[in-house]
């Protein structure tokens, strides 16, 4: 049996019965957790004598103190600024990037007691250029095939079966398995990635910015492809973007980065409705009204983003801040604080209660 149905956002879907619950009526069983997770680059001196090349100056931090969690079956999106620290954060939940302080967990283990193999096995990564992402020396099919190899699954024969009902999961077709890339749309490209990343059945996906690269009407359908098997699969999903219409249609939680730390985090309705930090409120500002009744008559966003080298004391987005309230502003870093739903961290909700902090985490 199946019927239509229309979500919060307006979107269609078709119901089966027999389909994986959805994220709305899941069990609250979490994927994965960031505990106070810090990633910084050293900087070395560049100068002509010896001593100046092993000189440190401050680090590049590009991720400060960050505490987040994905559950089975929900999409939390990561939005902010270009340089904010989206990408290297996901890369970090990947282990693609080390972290330099906190920790990351995977269904409560953490991911450096991992062995390599069997954090694949359960987390992978859709880049944002198909056109780079993929090798031009292989087929669809070997590519999709690499890690049932890797990771000695099947028969030869198990594994192009296997490969074909993912090509055709994606919405291509057992013709495209021995085509290379540069036979593909951008389009058909990013199925391929995502059908390779699925693959091996993981519990966490990372999409870093995974439409960025293609045409809008393209877009459309790569979205509907990650949202129906983000549903049916009950995937953890990690979904990184610039786009806040993107981000409003598709996503359950937001976190909105700035500056290396995440300064709202809640229910994506409810942000875009009224966000509480001054900085969503700009980004909001910058974008055309994402969600249908949400609010307009915001101040725009304003003047550059500071160093990460140098970042400013107090709060981050001081400098930027048209809501400024005094010398706290610039000398005091905000609390995490709890507003209704929502975690926010910015000095006009001092009187809020403090959020708890993760288990082993700091605020």
Known sequence: MSGETEDHRGRKMIIQTSAAPAAATMQDDEVLEARNVSVSFPIRGQGIWPLNRQR????????????????????????????????????AFVRLQPATGGSVTLSGTPIDNLP???????????????????????????????????HNRGTSAERRRLAVQMLERVGLTEAHFDRYPHEFSGGQRQRIAIARALILDPKFLVLDEPTSALDVSVQA????LIEDLRRHLRLGCLFI?????????????????????IVETGPVERIFANPLHPYTAALMAATPKPV??????????????????RVPKGCP?????TKRIGAICDTVLPAPRMVDDREVRCHLYNEAPIAPAPNGALA
């Open 56 to 91: 440190e100056i401050p680090a590049v931090r590009a991720v400060q103190s960050v505490n987040l969690s994905v559950r089975r079956g929900e999409m939390v999106g990561i939005a902010g600024e270009s340089g904010c620290g989206k990408s290297t954060l996901a890369r």
């Open 116 to 150: 390599a193999l069997e954090l694949r096995e359960q987390v992978q990564m859709v880049f944002q250029d198909p056109y780079n992402s993929l090798n031009p020396r292989r087929t669809a099919g070997s590519i999709i095939m690499e890690s049932l190899v890797v």
């Open 221 to 224: 359908k790569i979205i509907a």
């Open 241 to 261: 973007s610039h786009d806040l219409n993107l981000i409003g249609y598709l996503v359950d939680r937001l976190a909105v980065m700035y500056l290396g730390r």
């Open 292 to 309: 249908a009744g949400a609010q307009t008559d915001r101040a725009p966003l304003e003047g550059e983003i500071p160093s990460n080298v």
């Open 317 to 321: 987005f001081h400098t930027r801040c």
